[in-house]
Each structure stands twice: as structure tokens, then as C-alpha cells.
């Protein structure tokens, strides 16, 4: 008889650390606990628009080329910085012009500790935005928080 409790307690153990370690649907954290800032851009007027590029200010590879616009798109702001600059390259094919524009994103940077599972979360708080007019019609700021809320922050019209 003895060792039939010994069984079904070893069974027992065996399901409670079964169900425990199991995947749940639903994790405390999904790993995203750094924001990127959500852009839109968008024509204005009938610009003839053959491709898009981001930098970031050091000019050696673009973050993103496009060849349609309307876009949305992330871009990641510098954790270790209150501002982050960016340089959209607007190639007109029709008058065959490249046009450079320049975007300057002034935030604070704010780092919440969570909980021991997910560590820490960060989020930005826009306070300017600075940008020339060579591509750039105008710019519209929908949301100062980027955080990991996906919210969109920023459209640029061209």
C-alpha cells in the first residue's frame, strides 16, 4: 500500500513541475523593453518621390530606403543621450535632385525598474524637434511619450 502513495505522490510532483515550467500564453514580459520612435511620412503636394533614405548622423550606412510614400516605420532614439540626430536623403528622379534634410529629436530619457522577470523598461519624453525645409514641408508631433506602446509620435510631410 505504501508504495502506491509513493507513485501517485511522485506522479503528483511530476505534474505540479510539468504545469509549472509549461509556456504560458501570456508572459510578464515580451522582451521589448527599449522604444523605438514611430515616424509616418507622407506626401503634401504632387512631388515626384523616387526613394527615401535614413541616417543617422554619421552617414555610413542608412537605418531604412524606401520607395514608397506613404511609410510608417521605427527608429531608435540613443539611450545614453537627450538628443538623437537623423538625416533623411529625398531622391527626385524627375528633376534628378537629391534634397538632405536634417532631424533633431531633443527628449529626456526616463529607465523604470519593472520587476525582477522583466528588468527594466525605458521611455523618451520629446521636448523639441528640429528639422530643415529642403524635403521637409512639415512635421506634426501626435504623441511626446515613446514608449513600448507602439503609439505613433511623429509625422513628416514632404
Not at 503528483?12 to 504560458?24: D, I, Q, S
Not at 512631388?47 to 537605418?63: Q, T, V
Request: charged share 25%.
Amino acid at each position: 500500500m505504501r508504495a502506491n502513495y509513493k507513485k501517485v505522490l511522485f506522479f503528483l510532483v511530476g505534474v505540479a513541475f510539468f504545469v509549472a515550467c509549461a509556456e504560458k500564453d501570456e508572459m510578464p514580459c515580451n522582451g521589448n523593453n527599449v522604444p523605438c520612435l514611430n515616424l509616418a511620412m507622407q506626401k503634401v503636394s504632387e512631388k515626384h518621390i523616387d526613394s527615401l533614405w535614413l541616417f543617422n548622423d554619421n552617414l555610413e550606412k542608412p537605418f531604412f530606403k524606401w520607395k514608397n510614400v506613404p511609410l510608417k516605420t521605427k527608429i531608435p532614439l540613443n539611450i545614453n543621450a537627450d538628443k538623437t540626430n537623423f538625416i533623411l536623403k529625398v531622391f527626385n528622379g524627375k528633376e534628378k535632385k537629391e534634397y538632405t534634410d536634417t532631424i533633431t529629436f531633443d527628449y529626456s530619457t526616463t529607465v523604470k525598474s519593472e520587476d525582477v522577470e522583466c528588468g527594466f523598461t525605458v521611455s523618451f519624453e520629446l521636448y523639441d524637434v528640429n528639422f530643415t525645409h529642403n524635403s521637409i514641408d512639415s512635421l506634426f508631433t501626435e504623441d511626446v511619450i515613446v514608449d513600448i506602446k507602439n503609439a505613433q509620435n511623429i509625422k513628416i510631410y514632404l
